[in-house]
């Protein structure tokens, strides 16, 4: 059967309607109540996990919301000490004493997070923006102690700690936590304006759409005798080791999946998929350089999305959409809100038949303007349950493609699999989830013989 995506209490085109300030894009908060602290201090503080260059962006979004309050960066928390005075250091240049981060308030370790969160209060916002592996042990955690959050994608690398974010979202419903994820362009209100032409069949039915990310890259090489050192992992393995970030399919490729599910106001029943390497390929890593992915949706319609890794080869990075009246596109290169519909289903820019009014701002803007105006307000903002359930879409493709097998939503929400089940035991010392060989190879799918469902 269908399975509808959530509807918020307030749908984005009445949000837009009721709040003239972010129609426009920008976080108007004059003159409202200010229920997130206490009547002296209306600060949110915002706690930085993970210092790399996404969660330093993501700060930059956080404090560039305008008309907010207060907002300012007061800890943070990594694994090397090197990267996050890098991210202080450029963040304070960038914002001066919005970046309130006394030495004391900088934690390392696996067990920083912890210290970085129990420095907040209910209304300020834990950011949590490592690799993917541990997302689910920090944002339940924030949780716990009444902490907003902010979660950056990708969710978790399998289905056992997607299922524990997904309860981790559950417990944060029943108790007003704040969750924003890291799949902004939901946020964009060019791309709203054609969801809401969609809706009311200005497109007809819609039996097809197109996402691809096609592009060059590079492999890993031979990481010597660090190769099965955990610490070591996590600095290469982001796109590289599944365990670590989900690989490079998944970690690219998801925003234009999500888009997928949100045109179709639904999540797919089934996947098929394959997938394979180049020609004289020396990457030591374990991804595919090519992923071909058919979602099925319960009502028979297709998905078709596709990611490549391979250069001089042809690039597209876009989102198409075929409705039994007429084509359109969703979206653009880096995610730009390339909106138009066509007068068929040629899609030509001599062929335009509607566009809308161009975003004023990028869609990680405005994921932050609704976000802060929705905490000033108290207004409900949960997007765990869709976020866990674009990533499960996204790792049902990916299971496809490596098992070279139909791989259905049933099985993805009954599995438990996960690539490592000691991270919240986790030290420098502990054992690498996965081994290479003594060539450097680390393990790469083979239908027939591969798991991760």
């Known amino acids: 059967m269908s399975r509808s995506i959530d509807k918020p209490t307030t749908t984005r085109r009445q949000f837009l309607k009721t709040s003239g300030a972010l129609a426009a894009g920008t976080a108007a908060l004059g003159g409202i109540a200010r229920t997130v602290h206490a009547a002296e ?29 207060p907002v300012k960066l007061y800890a943070m928390a990594d694994l090397e000490e090197g990267r996050m005075n890098a991210s202080q250091k450029a963040l304070k240049e960038r914002f001066g004493d919005k970046i309130d981060v006394t030495d004391d308030r900088k934690f390392l370790g696996f067990d920083a997070y912890r210290k970085a969160i129990d420095l907040l209060r209910p209304g300020d916002v834990a950011m949590c923006t490592t690799r993917a592996y541990i997302r689910p042990v920090h944002v339940e955690y924030a949780v716990q102690k009444g902490i907003n959050v902010f979660m950056e994608k990708p969710f978790a690398p399998d289905p056992g700690g997607l299922k524990r974010l997904l309860r981790a979202g559950e417990e944060a419903e029943k108790k007003n936590v704040k969750i924003l994820a890291g799949v902004q362009c939901r946020h964009s209100p060019a791309r709203q304006a054609l969801i809401d032409k969609i809706r009311d069949g200005e497109m007809g039915d819609i039996p097809l759409i197109r996402a691809n990310r096609l592009g060059g890259g590079g492999w890993l090489g031979p990481q010597g005798d660090k190769s099965n050192n955990l610490m070591r992992q996590l600095q290469f393995g982001r796109i590289h080791l ?16 999500d888009e997928c599910c949100w045109i179709k106001d639904a999540w797919p029943v089934s996947a098929l998929g394959m997938g394979g390497r180049v020609p004289n390929s020396t990457d030591c890593g ?21 990611f490549r890794r391979m250069n001089n080869a042809r690039s597209d990075f876009a989102t198409y959409i075929h409705g039994t009246k007429c084509a359109a596109q969703f979206s653009g290169n880096i995610h730009a809100a390339t909106v138009r519909m066509y007068k068929d289903q040629r899609i030509e820019d001599g062929n335009i038949a ?10 990680w803007q405005y994921e932050w303007n609704h976000f802060i ?66 060539k450097g190879q680390f393990p790469v799918p083979i239908a027939g013989q591969w798991t991760e469902v």
């Open 41 to 69: 201090d209306n600060t949110i503080r915002l706690a930085l996990i993970g210092c790399g260059g996404r969660g330093s962006g993501a700060v930059g979004d956080a404090l560039s919301v305008r008309d907010a309050g």
């Open 242 to 257: 599944f365990w670590v970030g989900s690989g490079h399919y998944v970690d690219y490729l998801i925003h234009q999946i």
């Open 286 to 306: 374990q991804n595919l350089d090519v992923y071909s992915i058919e979602y099925t949706f319960a009502d028979g319609t297709k998905a078709f999305c596709g």
């Open 354 to 363: 509607w566009k809308p009014v161009d975003d004023a701002f990028s869609p």
């Open 373 to 438: 105006a929705n905490i000033r307000e108290d207004r409900p903002h949960n997007e765990a349950k869709r976020a866990v359930y674009s990533d499960l879409t996204t790792l049902m493709g990916r299971a496809a493609c490596h098992t070279n097998q139909e791989v259905t939503w049933e099985q993805m929400m009954k599995s438990d699999f996960q690539y490592c089940d000691y991270l919240d035991k986790l030290t420098p010392e502990s054992p690498a989830p996965v081994k290479a060989d003594e």
